[in-house]
């Protein structure tokens, strides 16, 4: 943030507070797990609402579309509630395709142990067939990532040029969320997809114990 103007800094500084004291008040006054869960859907909204706003800037263009998935092979960092949100739509998936995944995931999470992220170059496990499986939960991470050049997204080293106000915005909608979380006690950090949803999708307890306010993936 060294390079915003004072202005800038106040603005983004207002949202967090704002994200944070809107959610944080909503954490503490419904006091349930399932809610704690889909609420972390707000932001997806948020982030996408955004998108949408940024997009429309005169000759703004990103590159990301549909069947493009080099991003997808990078680290792909989830926090705890979109973990479960992710685990609870699998869990809906037919018994045959559940096992499918399970034994994609096993194999996805035994590669990727002990990866740093600058090392992480594995295909997403919910990639099918270069699409995202579960794009409409898809965490915000993968939602706010959007590349203005995929000339440099096909590069072994990819670090894609975005849009300033993008990285900016969404860092702060992000940023907020997680301290409302912190607030209500419950963690949100950032966890590599494929091995925390092997852990959210094998142990009934998960979901209780991160609302106990354990710590539940590695």
Known sequence: MDDLSASEKLEIANLVQNQEKQLARKLTTNR????????????HEQIDVLTEKIIKKPGLHFDCKAGCSYCCSLRVAAVPAEVF???????????????????????????????????????CPMLADGRCSV????????????????????????????????VVKSSALIFGTGQAYSRAKLSNQNH???????????????????????????
């Open 32 to 43: 349930n797990k399932i809610f704690a869960i889909n609420a972390i859907r707000a932001l």
């Open 85 to 123: 949100l992710i685990a609870r739509h699998l869990k809906q998936l037919s018994t045959g395709a559940q096992i499918t995944l399970m034994d994609k995931l096993k194999i996805h999470a035994e590669a990727a142990r002990g990866v740093v992220m600058e090392e992480h170059f594995l295909p």
């Open 135 to 166: 794009y409409a939960i898809r965490p915000a991470m993968c939602r706010r990532y959007l590349s203005l050049d995929v000339e440099e997204c096909k590069k072994p080293d990819a670090c894609a040029s975005e849009d300033r106000e993008m």
């Open 192 to 218: 590599e997809l494929g091995q925390a949803l092997l852990v959210a999708l094998t142990d009934p307890s998960a979901e209780d114990r991160w609302y106990r306010g354990e710590q539940v993936f590695d």
